[in-house]
């Protein structure tokens, strides 16, 4: 079965060009798209990784029919138009990935979005909370240790309990606090998201990220990273893929695996339902994305479209 591979970066997790090349060949996928990532002025350094647009293009100049390049500029660029202009000349086919911290409704973002529909690009992006992110104040090892248990170390569920110990016992309470950055979240805000897709008509829309697919479920925990657990009902994704023609979403990175894992009856359900908006992506994570796929026994034509023809319609020659 042909594949695309809708959410891949070079220079991440040692893919350089060539080895983005040997990882398609591998896992007998044909195209991929590459996507960067850039914000000019991101609050925590530690958790941005810029990946610039020469990179996605010199690879793309390297292997053109293996490639497809996209960019999403940070919005807060000048000259927006002109640089997707110019890119759209070397070969540019998508705008991606956004992964800021703005809201759906900063203005900003309206004005990028409408800049992005008139040259007539798709436009994935990346959804997550705001959280308090702990920056560590040295590199010594208590400093690590504390980095990983309030960060992320199981699934968030350390940061939960031990945030509270702190808090009530008063161990380390002051440094803690002075050490706590807000992180002010990624374009989390879906009631405002849903009226750019009203808005936007001709824009497609491609989501993805912690916050995208924990609302899987109509109830999500608040505490865990990735939610765990049944899903009872579905939550807003399901019902803004239903209703809006320009959504879509893409299954890669933790957050989509561990969604379509914690209650397969659900995702198979959702996976059929939603099969024509949905697009198989790995995020350089090395997670088995086709196996999970594939173990639904879902209906080839629905399998067909997942893995190569959503994506491939998305793409304008
Ligand atoms: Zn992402």
Known sequence: MQKI?????????????????????????????LLTWEEMTPPIDSIYRNLPPDEVFEAY?????????????????GNLSQKIKRHREKGLKGCGELKVTHKWEDRVIGDYLRVIDAHDLPLLFHMEEPRMHYVPANSGKLENLLDDLLNGALNGITKHYLTRF??????FKGHIENQLTPFPGYLYDF????????????????????HFWNNISNDPSGV????????????????????????????????GF?????????????????????LFGTDNTGLDYEGLIRSFHLPKDMMKKI??????????D
């Open 191 to 210: 009631s405002n998201l849903e009226k750019r897709l009203r808005q936007l008509p001709d824009l497609d829309f491609i989501g993805h990220g912690p």
């Open 224 to 255: 865990l990273i990735h939610d765990k657990g049944p899903i009872d009902s579905f939550g807003i994704i399901d019902r803004l893929l239903t209703r809006y023609e320009n959504f879509y979403c893409d299954i890669s990175g933790k957050s």
């Open 307 to 316: 893995f190569y023809e959503n994506a491939d319609g998305l793409i304008s």
């Open 258 to 278: 561990n969604a379509l894992n914690r209650d397969r009856d659900m995702a198979k359900l959702f996976l059929e339902k939603h099969h024509a908006k949905i």
């Open 166 to 171: 702190f808090k009530n016992t008063g161990v």
């Open 61 to 77: 100049d390297k292997h053109p029919d293996r490639i497809v390049p996209f960019y999403a500029p940070d919005p807060k660029t």
């Open 5 to 33: 591979d809708a959410h891949l970066h070079v220079e991440l997790e040692g893919l350089d060009a060539d080895r983005v090349i040997d990882y398609m060949d591998h896992h007998h996928i044909e195209k991929c798209w």
